[in-house]
């Protein structure tokens, strides 16, 4: 069910806005915290953060590895930083699945990923990344408004709502631009979404604005 909820190839299309999910809400239970913790990612900026690992079992018996490996695979965006990160783990089909809620204090959602771990490999499997600074996502949305496909569909009608913005990975990027992290700006209520390149101050991919 939860795989449904994040993206399995993570897509920033609007063509098909109906697979375009709304944001899943981790329940974390209060009933147990079996495991602490505390990893650190290495990538540009060395940061701390807190790791829970809560469930009604015990961790994998190697999370620290599990730690470890996924201070390399998740990292905020830039100008964010990691405060919690919640891991729930389960077991399917001879693999053990984690569950990752990474939130920023100063972020108004969580990063959501999830991962497979087996044979003491870890691959992300989906991620719903919407840990923004309140000021980047405000310039993502005035970008993609600007852009003339977007604004023409979203004056189309009234009522277009909120919309979403998520972080995209250079991994996901690459299929509709180029191998760089972007963010998705999405208006579910017109059914349309931009692909914007924040270093440019661009729109480079539209969806669900023409035939």
């Not at 944001?23 to 990612?41: D, F, H, K, R």
């Not at 490996?69 to 830039?78: G, K, R, T």
């Not at 990344?129 to 600007?146: H, K, W």
Request: charge should be negative.
């Amino acid at each position: 069910m939860r795989d449904e909820a994040l993206h399995r190839a993570p897509s920033p299309t609007g063509g098909n806005m109906a697979k375009i999910p709304a944001l899943a809400v981790i329940v974390i239970s209060a009933a147990l915290i079996l495991g602490a913790g505390c990893i650190t990612n290495t990538g540009g900026n060395v940061q701390s953060y807190n790791i829970v690992w809560t469930d009604t079992d015990t961790p994998p018996a190697d999370h620290k590895a599990i730690e470890t490996e996924l201070s390399h695979q998740i990292a905020p965006y830039p100008g964010a930083v990691y405060g919690n990160v919640t891991v729930s783990a389960s077991e399917k089909d001879g693999r053990t699945r984690l569950h990752i809620s990474a939130a920023s204090p100063t972020c108004r959602y969580p990063d959501l990923y999830d991962f497979a771990y087996m044979n003491h490999e870890l691959s992300m499997t989906g991620y719903l990344l919407e840990a923004i600074p309140e000021a980047t996502r405000q310039d993502a949305i005035g970008i993609a408004m600007q852009n003339p496909e977007i604004a023409g569909a979203l004056s189309g009608g009234a009522g277009a709502g909120v919309p979403t913005v998520r972080r995209i990975l250079p991994e996901t990027a690459e299929e509709f631009y180029v191998p760089k992290t972007c963010i998705s700006v999405t208006w579910a209520d017109a059914s349309v979404s931009a692909l914007v390149d924040m270093d440019t101050g661009s729109v480079v991919e539209t969806w669900g604005v023409g035939g």
